[in-house]
């Protein structure tokens, strides 16, 4: 059973993970625009995935007998400047969102609440990830320059990427049977 503090703060992060989602569908939006389809289907696949990151969290709250309490999202800004902009604002968010999970693994230690801790070790994985591609895509930006080929080759090669739907376990990746 989950605290009400550790519920309250799950619950935030729920709205943070929908956030990010909602950024991440406003910085596709903005590349479509500027005319960067690879980079506008790079972050509807980050869209995606922080849809799944919410839900996941969503259905832990629900499995642990807690009441997810949806709030109000933020509006994104709508502007982001260059590329290279784009991603250090993307790597930004993500560090503020690594640092929410901490924060949250922190609480579960605080609250003696092994189970949550478990369930957030993924979270700390999935951080790791997220801000090495940003690292990734940031690096190569900063390569490429002022060039446009080199743009065009990154913005070539972020179209290559796919949304991959996590399988569920046959338990819902609960652990019950």
């Known amino acids: 059973m989950l605290s009400e503090k550790m519920l309250e ?11 990010s989602a909602y950024l991440y569908l406003a910085m596709s939006a903005y590349s479509a625009f500027i005319g960067l389809k690879g980079f506008a289907n790079w972050f509807m696949v ?27 999202i933020a509006q994104p800004p709508t502007e982001f400047g260059s590329p290279l902009n784009i991603f250090e604002k993307t790597l930004k968010h993500e560090k503020f969102i690594t640092k ?9 230690i605080k609250e003696r609440d092994h189970a949550t801790n478990i369930f957030l070790q993924w979270f700390i994985t999935e951080q790791i990830e997220e801000e090495a591609n940003d690292n990734e895509v940031i690096s190569k930006l900063k390569l490429a320059g002022k060039e ?29 049977q």
């Open 9 to 19: 703060a799950l619950n935030k992060q729920i709205n943070n993970e929908f956030y």
């Open 46 to 72: 980050q869209y995606q995935e922080e849809m799944v990151h919410t839900m996941k969290i969503y259905d832990y709250v629900n499995d642990q007998g807690g009441k997810v309490r949806l709030m109000g």
């Open 148 to 176: 446009s080929n080199g743009l065009f080759m990154i913005d070539k090669e972020l179209a290559a990427r796919v949304f991959t739907p996590p399988v569920a376990s046959k338990d819902g990746g609960t652990g019950k």
């Open 100 to 108: 929410c999970i901490n924060d949250l693994v922190n609480l579960t």
